[in-house]
C-alpha cells in the first residue's frame, strides 16, 4: 500500500510555497517560486530512488528503470504552476501521487519490466503567458518557436523568460520523445467538479477530456435616445444576445455532457441612457464527443441568425480556437476498473471539462486519468479541498493501475 500520510505532507509542504496571505497558492512559470517547488519535488523524486533531470523546456523528469531499459515507458505526472491565488491541490497532487506509486514500488522491493517516468510539465495552466500545456506540448513534439513568442503583462515572451530561468529554448526540439519509446500516459486528478461528490464516490475513471470551441460573437445594431426611441422602433444588439444566450444555455442542457459559458460580455457605447450599438460576447463550448458538440454549435448559431434578422441586427461569429476531444483509452480504462474490483472501490466512469497536458498526447501515446472528489466542486481558488482519505484512495488506484501497466509487455 502506498503511504498516504508522506502523501498528504508532501502536499502541505508544497502547498507553502507561494502560499499567499489569503491562503490561495501562486506559482507561474519560470518565477522563483517555481524554482523552489521544483527543487522540492525533485528532492521528493530522489528519495524515490529516481534520476532526475530537468529538460530544455523546464519539465522536471523522474526516471525509475525497469528490468528492460529498452522498453516503452509508463509516464505519470501532471503540474506544480497555479492560477493566481489557486489550490494547493490542482496539479500538485498528480506529481504527488506518481512519486508516492514509485517510491512505494521501491521500498516494497518490486521489480517491473517497464521504466516509469514522473513529470511535472511546465505551464500546464497558460496563467502567465495565456498560452498552457507548454511542456507537454514539447514533449510531444508539438511545441514551436512562434509559440514561444507569446508575451507576458511585461511584454516578457515565453523564450526570454526560459532563458533567465537557465533554460535553452533554442532546444525545445532536444525535449521531445519518440512515440515508440512510451507506452502509455496516466495521471491522478482533482475532479475540478461535482460529479463524484453528488455520487457519494472518493474516485472515477475518466472516460475522456473535452474539447472548448470558444467564439467571440458580435452583434451589431443601432444606437439611439434611451427615452426617446419607442421600444417597436429599436435595434438593440444587447436585447438579441440576451434571447440567444438563454438559447444556448437550454441547448445546452439537452445534451449530457455538453457545457457552454458565457465569459465575457461587453457593450458600445456603454451609456446608461443610450440604447447599444453593438453586443459582444464570448462562449466557451465543450463536449467530449466533437460531432455532438458541432451539431449543438449549428443550432446556436442557427438560432442567432434568426433571432438577429428578426430584430433587424446584424451578427458576425469569430472562432478563437476550436479543440478536439480526447477520449481516453479504453484498454487504460478497463486497466482502472480491474484495479477498482481488486481494491474493492466503486468503478464509475465520468468525463473531463477541465482541459489536461494528456489532451497533448492524442496522437502520441494512450492516456488514462483517474480523478479524486473535489469537495464543493471548487477548483482555482483558496478554497480548493480534497480529503487526505480521498487523495490516498486515488493514489492506491493510481499504483494498482500502473502496477499492472509497467509489467504488460
Same mark, same amino acid.
Given at each position: 500500500?502506498?503511504?498516504?500520510?508522506?502523501?498528504?505532507?508532501?502536499?502541505?509542504?508544497?502547498?507553502?510555497?507561494?502560499?499567499?496571505?489569503?491562503?490561495?497558492?501562486?506559482?507561474?512559470?519560470?518565477?522563483?517560486?517555481?524554482?523552489?517547488?521544483?527543487?522540492?519535488?525533485?528532492?521528493?523524486?530522489?528519495?524515490?530512488?529516481?534520476?532526475?533531470?530537468?529538460?530544455?523546456?523546464?519539465?522536471?523528469?523522474?526516471?525509475?528503470?525497469?528490468?528492460?531499459?529498452?522498453?516503452?515507458?509508463?509516464?505519470?505526472?501532471?503540474?506544480?504552476?497555479?492560477?493566481?491565488?489557486?489550490?494547493?491541490?490542482?496539479?500538485?497532487?498528480?506529481?504527488?501521487?506518481?512519486?508516492?506509486?514509485?517510491?512505494?514500488?521501491?521500498?516494497?522491493?518490486?521489480?517491473?519490466?517497464?521504466?516509469?517516468?514522473?513529470?511535472?510539465?511546465?505551464?500546464?495552466?497558460?496563467?502567465?503567458?495565456?498560452?498552457?500545456?507548454?511542456?507537454?506540448?514539447?514533449?510531444?513534439?508539438?511545441?514551436?518557436?512562434?509559440?514561444?513568442?507569446?508575451?507576458?503583462?511585461?511584454?516578457?515572451?515565453?523564450?526570454?523568460?526560459?532563458?533567465?530561468?537557465?533554460?535553452?529554448?533554442?532546444?525545445?526540439?532536444?525535449?521531445?520523445?519518440?512515440?515508440?519509446?512510451?507506452?502509455?500516459?496516466?495521471?491522478?486528478?482533482?475532479?475540478?467538479?461535482?460529479?463524484?461528490?453528488?455520487?457519494?464516490?472518493?474516485?472515477?475513471?475518466?472516460?475522456?477530456?473535452?474539447?472548448?470551441?470558444?467564439?467571440?460573437?458580435?452583434?451589431?445594431?443601432?444606437?439611439?435616445?434611451?427615452?426617446?426611441?419607442?421600444?417597436?422602433?429599436?435595434?438593440?444588439?444587447?436585447?438579441?444576445?440576451?434571447?440567444?444566450?438563454?438559447?444556448?444555455?437550454?441547448?445546452?442542457?439537452?445534451?449530457?455532457?455538453?457545457?457552454?459559458?458565457?465569459?465575457?460580455?461587453?457593450?458600445?457605447?456603454? *451609456?446608461?441612457?443610450?440604447? +447599444?450599438? /453593438?453586443?459582444?460576447?464570448?462562449? @466557451?463550448?465543450?463536449?467530449?464527443? %466533437?460531432? $455532438?458538440?458541432?451539431?449543438?454549435?449549428?443550432?446556436?448559431?442557427?438560432?442567432?441568425?434568426?433571432?438577429?434578422?428578426?430584430?433587424?441586427?446584424?451578427?458576425?461569429?469569430?472562432?478563437?480556437?476550436?479543440?478536439?476531444?480526447?477520449?481516453?483509452?479504453?484498454?487504460?480504462?478497463?486497466?482502472?476498473?480491474?484495479?477498482?474490483?481488486?481494491?474493492?472501490?466503486?468503478?464509475?466512469?465520468?468525463?473531463?471539462?477541465?482541459?489536461?497536458?494528456?489532451?497533448?498526447?492524442?496522437?502520441?501515446?494512450?492516456?488514462?486519468?483517474?480523478?479524486?472528489?473535489?469537495?464543493? *466542486?471548487?477548483?482555482?481558488? +483558496?478554497? /480548493?479541498?480534497?480529503?487526505?482519505? @480521498?487523495?490516498?484512495?486515488?493514489? %492506491?488506484? $493510481?499504483?494498482?493501475?500502473?502496477?499492472?501497466?509497467?509489467?504488460?509487455?
Amino acid at each position: 500500500m502506498i503511504n498516504p500520510t508522506r502523501l498528504w505532507a508532501r502536499l502541505m509542504e508544497l502547498g507553502e510555497i507561494g502560499k499567499q496571505a489569503g491562503g490561495g497558492v501562486t506559482r507561474f512559470s519560470f518565477t522563483e517560486e517555481e524554482r523552489k517547488a521544483k527543487a522540492l519535488v525533485s528532492s521528493y523524486m530522489a528519495e524515490a530512488g529516481m534520476t532526475v533531470r530537468e529538460d530544455a523546456v523546464g519539465n522536471l523528469i523522474g526516471r525509475k528503470e525497469g528490468r528492460q531499459q529498452d522498453a516503452p515507458a509508463v509516464l505519470m505526472g501532471s503540474h506544480i504552476d497555479t492560477v493566481p491565488n489557486g489550490g494547493m491541490f490542482d496539479g500538485a497532487l498528480g506529481v504527488l501521487a506518481g512519486i508516492e506509486v514509485v517510491q512505494t514500488m521501491s521500498e516494497q522491493g518490486i521489480s517491473h519490466d517497464h521504466p516509469i517516468e514522473v513529470i511535472a510539465f511546465t505551464d500546464e495552466e497558460g496563467s502567465r503567458f495565456g498560452f498552457g500545456m507548454i511542456g507537454s506540448r514539447a514533449i510531444a513534439g508539438t511545441l514551436t518557436d512562434t509559440d514561444l513568442e507569446q508575451r507576458d503583462e511585461n511584454g516578457m515572451t515565453i523564450a526570454q523568460a526560459m532563458k533567465e530561468s537557465g533554460l535553452h529554448p533554442e532546444l525545445i526540439v532536444d525535449a521531445a520523445k519518440d512515440p515508440a519509446a512510451v507506452k502509455a500516459y496516466v495521471e491522478l486528478h482533482i475532479e475540478q467538479g461535482r460529479v463524484l461528490e453528488n455520487q457519494a464516490l472518493a474516485i472515477g475513471a475518466v472516460s475522456g477530456i473535452a474539447g472548448p470551441l470558444w467564439m467571440k460573437w458580435t452583434i451589431t445594431g443601432e444606437a439611439g435616445h434611451a427615452g426617446a426611441t419607442p421600444m417597436n422602433l429599436r435595434k438593440d444588439p444587447l436585447m438579441a444576445a440576451s434571447e440567444i444566450m438563454q438559447f444556448i444555455e437550454a441547448e445546452a442542457k439537452i445534451y449530457p455532457n455538453l457545457v457552454a459559458t458565457i465569459g465575457q460580455i461587453s457593450v458600445k457605447p456603454g *451609456g446608461v441612457n443610450v440604447i +447599444p450599438s /453593438e453586443a459582444i460576447f464570448t462562449l @466557451d463550448l465543450r463536449d467530449i464527443d %466533437e460531432e $455532438l458538440r458541432r451539431k449543438a454549435e449549428e443550432k446556436m448559431v442557427a438560432y442567432a441568425q434568426q433571432v438577429c434578422r428578426d430584430r433587424g441586427v446584424e451578427v458576425a461569429f469569430e472562432t478563437l480556437q476550436r479543440v478536439a476531444p480526447v477520449p481516453c483509452s479504453e484498454i487504460i480504462q478497463r486497466t482502472i476498473e480491474a484495479a477498482c474490483h481488486k481494491l474493492g472501490m466503486t468503478y464509475f466512469s465520468l468525463p473531463s471539462g477541465a482541459g489536461h497536458d494528456g489532451m497533448q498526447f492524442k496522437d502520441f501515446c494512450p492516456i488514462g486519468m483517474i480523478f479524486v472528489r473535489s469537495q464543493d *466542486g471548487i477548483s482555482h481558488n +483558496p478554497a /480548493e479541498w480534497s480529503s487526505r482519505e @480521498d487523495c490516498g484512495e486515488g493514489t %492506491e488506484l $493510481l499504483y494498482e493501475t500502473v502496477l499492472s501497466l509497467v509489467d504488460e509487455m
